[in-house]
């Protein structure tokens, strides 16, 4: 019998503000941690779906430059 299962991510961004002359006026950089749950977003939607399953934000921080 088949049976979805949990699977764990790491999302990394990192995003670069520019003044209207064209200088690098910020940078940050994010990492997130995301679970995608075998529990569909809708009760009633079929288990086995790949698709509107839920996910669970485990973590958030933010990257120095020298984690990039």
């Not at 961004?13 to 809708?42: C, H, K, M, N, W």
């Amino acid at each position: 019998m088949l049976a979805p299962r949990s699977d764990t991510f790491k999302i990394r961004t990192r995003a670069q503000s520019y003044s209207p002359t064209g200088e690098l006026a910020g940078s940050a950089a994010l990492e997130a941690i995301v679970q995608r749950t075998p529990q569909p977003v809708d009760s009633a939607a079929d288990i086995l779906s790949s698709t509107n399953r839920r996910f669970r934000l485990l973590s958030v921080r933010w990257l120095s430059n020298d984690e990039i």
